[in-house]
């Protein structure tokens, strides 16, 4: 045997089981056979189908394959006696659970096999598939291992590639459902023992359908991935995960914030940046996003009921006219409730004559003459009384039923505007949905025809959303009409979608500057005056009017005329008024209004009128809440109260909010709040914190989301606090008539 052989044999002997308490016992190999192994070894090593290793009893490496050195390139024997686990990278992801496995096994001496490890390569990533058996002679005593391996990288990667597939959306890159679910049962699991909160968030995007069936399918798939791109910028909390569920539906999952301040804030930015202008195909699109928050374990302890909560909450966001966000309460079951009764009954609301207009004028700015009266659709519901534009208008849209509606308040205003004396004009509100319907130009002649209406008298407000069609089918519309002799109003100019090349295409003949800016007009430093100036100014060098709407207060009518608009709307001079009123008004043709409203613009206090608990030491008085600011409330119902007297606002559900009396008259108290209180996404405000269902939990109440109500005042109370009498005493009409439990 030449000493090649002979070293071969040397090196391969252990690897075939041979020698004197060899696992594989049996008589010794001849020669012959030992060549023609080693042999074969060899070429199976050189091959790169697969390599050996060896270890001895300590767990260093006494043998191992020169392909494998190569792989990581060193030296062979610079890595003989190294441990086993320093050829391999044992760190892992939420994805890999095997390769930390290895040093337990090792240590345990136990055989495996198709273990998969990655190599000790920081510039690559090669995987191995690696067997291994221990060895053991004669007397028992253990010798060390022997095993072989294979390279798996591209069977890993295909895995990996496949597993991905399983767990992200293959258009926006995306977490899908199935893993947004795993991902949200794992964390509020270990979350529920860590005594540790999780928010996630539902979106829903406005208007995308529209997208769809106006610029095909495939321009509402990039559309979805420029949104996905925007929540990505927007989204870097540590540990949240943006996922897509399907459709145009989006789930964020927010681990450790509990602060509905910051939630809001977030919500907040993703409406304002999903709803920012989009580039697809060369065509410009203007989408909207909702948003429903809910927060565990407030609002849910398990996966399932906080999904629900969120769904609920996202359901009230849209019904609440879209664009909005809004959180989970105990009350949105019944207001869901609400709006599927809404919704079923206003399809037959215009035949059972419950709808009605309603007109609020819009004033010649120097004259205080009304020029132009805009419609609002009233529903008196037979049961529920009346229903706001903002439940009904959202539902009418999401039910399909916008287009009746909206054909039904165009005819009903010109036959209306038609008995009318003077040249009063009435403007009439046209959703997209009508202006994309080809014989909508038809109606309005048949309105027009039907009421004997002067179509000059006759003026359509429309927003940019008509922009999302067809261009060419827009640009005939607007001919259409123009022939007719109707006039055309861009409603909600200035929202921060409007383009200068609407105006540079459709034939407008009113500008209305939406709301937005006049608020803060007249406070030092806004720039909004300037704003409006150039609105002014582009508008007249297009022979175009100008609206400012929702004026109220002196101020800003005085810094509109300033400014050059021509007619203002709002409170100031009147709010919308039955057709019995405006009749009565114009009797003699003209309807003058003088203005009436306060000095300056200011934030009103929001009137409430409900019941709270007002906490002091151990006992809870109840009072009524008056009126509400972010900064405090004024409450009646408890007698003799000094200044300086701190309580805690108890809201119900959870919300408690420590206050300070400043003010004390009688029954009546002003507190101010140590901490301001946050927008709650409808209208209202919402304490930052709640109590934690753990903490109830610890003083006895079962652990699970927040219940409705108020919660008993032992629940709250430290074990072994001695009692104190109550301080203060309380009228009639607020002393409690039954405990809240």
Not at 516 to 522: H, L, N, Q
């Amino acid at each position: 045997m030449t000493d090649s052989t002979s070293s071969s044999f040397a090196r391969f002997r252990g690897l075939l089981g041979g020698g004197k308490g060899g696992a594989g016992g049996g008589p010794l190999p001849t020669g012959d056979e030992l060549k023609q192994a080693v042999l074969l070894l060899r070429d199976y090593e050189s091959s790169g189908l697969g390599w050996f290793w060896a270890s001895n009893t300590r767990g260093q490496i006494s043998y191992i394959s020169d392909c494998v050195a190569d792989v990581l390139g060193r030296p062979r024997t610079e890595l003989i006696g190294q441990p086993v686990q320093s050829l391999f990278i044992l760190e892992r992801d939420a994805d890999d659970v095997h390769e930390r496995t290895l040093p337990l096994i090792l240590s345990a001496r136990k055989t495996f096999a198709d273990l998969n490890v990655r190599a000790a390569l920081e510039s690559d990533e090669v995987w191995w598939s690696i067997s291994g058996r221990p060895q053991f002679d004669k007397n028992g005593s253990f010798e060390g291992y022997r095993g072989n391996g294979n390279d798996v990288t591209v069977q890993r990667r295909s895995q990996k590639d496949a597993s991905r597939l399983a767990q992200y959306d293959s258009l926006t890159g995306l977490a899908n459902r199935h893993r947004m679910g795993k991902r949200l049962d794992a964390t509020l699991t270990a979350y529920q023992a860590a005594k540790r909160s999780c928010a996630i968030m539902m979106i829903d995007l406005d208007r995308f359908k529209q997208v769809n069936d106006t610029l095909g399918h495939p321009a509402g798939d990039e559309l979805l991935k420029q949104v996905a791109n925007r929540l990505g910028r927007v989204i870097n909390e540590k540990g949240c995960e943006i996922g897509r569920l399907g459709g145009d539906e989006f789930q964020i999952m927010i681990p450790d914030i509990d602060d509905r301040g910051r939630l809001g804030e977030i919500a907040k930015t993703i409406i304002t940046m999903v709803s920012q202008p989009y580039q697809i195909e060369g065509s410009r699109c203007v989408i909207g996003a909702s948003v429903g928050i809910a927060i565990a374990p407030y609002d849910g302890i398990n996966s399932e009921e906080l999904v629900r909560s969120a769904d609920l909450a996202l359901y009230a966001s849209k019904g609440g006219g879209r664009g909005q966000f809004r959180f989970y309460s105990s009350d949105l079951h019944s207001e869901a409730e609400r709006r599927r009764q809404i919704e079923e009954d206003l399809r037959d609301a215009l035949d059972k004559d419950q709808m009605r207009l309603a007109y609020q004028p819009i004033v010649d700015t120097k004259t205080n003459k009304v020029v132009t009266l805009e419609t609002l659709a009233r529903w008196d519901h037979p049961d529920l009384g009346p229903i706001s534009p903002g439940v009904f208008i959202p539902i009418a849209e999401e039910a399909n039923l916008i287009g009746a509606l909206g054909d039904w308040c165009l005819r009903r205003a010109c036959m209306e505007a038609a008995q009318l004396p003077g040249s009063v004009k009435v403007a009439v509100n046209v959703s997209a949905a009508q202006f994309a319907n080809p014989g909508f130009a038809s109606l309005v002649a048949q309105a027009l025809a039907q009421s004997e209406l002067p179509p000059e008298r006759l003026e359509l407000e429309l927003t940019e959303s008509i922009f999302l069609g067809d261009r060419q089918a827009t640009e005939e519309m607007f001919n259409a009409l123009k022939m007719l002799g109707v006039r055309l109003a861009l409603d909600d100019f200035g929202t921060g979608y409007s383009s200068l090349a609407y105006l540079q295409h459709a034939p407008f003949d009113k500008i209305k500057i939406d709301q937005s800016f006049i608020r803060g007009v007249t406070e030092p430093g806004n720039r909004n005056g300037a704003i409006i100036a150039s609105i002014v100014s582009l508008a007249k060098a297009l022979k175009m009017d100008t609206t400012a709407e929702g004026i109220e207060a002196h101020d800003e009518l005085e810094a509109m005329q300033k400014l050059g608009v021509g007619q203002i709307q709002g409170y100031i001079y009147a709010s919308a008024v039955p057709f019995d009123d405006v009749c009565e008004a114009l009797a003699s043709g003209e309807w003058v209004i003088e203005p009436d409203g306060p000095s300056k613009y200011r934030q009103e206090r929001r009137t409430v009128l409900r019941k709270v608990g007002l906490i002091h030491e151990d006992h809870r008085y109840e009072v009524t809440m008056r009126n509400l600011s972010r900064s405090g409330c004024m409450v009646e119902g408890l007698l003799d109260v000094p200044a300086g007297t701190p309580f805690v606002v108890d809201f119900g559900e959870g919300q408690l909010a420590v206050a300070v009396v400043r003010r004390s008259a009688g029954n009546t108290q002003g507190l101010e709040f140590e901490q301001q209180l946050v927008d709650d996404g409808a209208g209202g405000l919402c304490t930052r914190n709640r109590v934690s269902p753990y903490v109830l939990a610890q003083a006895g109440m079962p652990l699970g989301a927040l219940p409705p109500g108020q919660y008993p005042m032992q629940l709250l109370q430290q074990p072994g606090m001695a009692l104190s009498l109550p301080r203060f005493g309380q009228t009639e009409s607020a002393k409690p008539r039954t405990k809240v439990a």
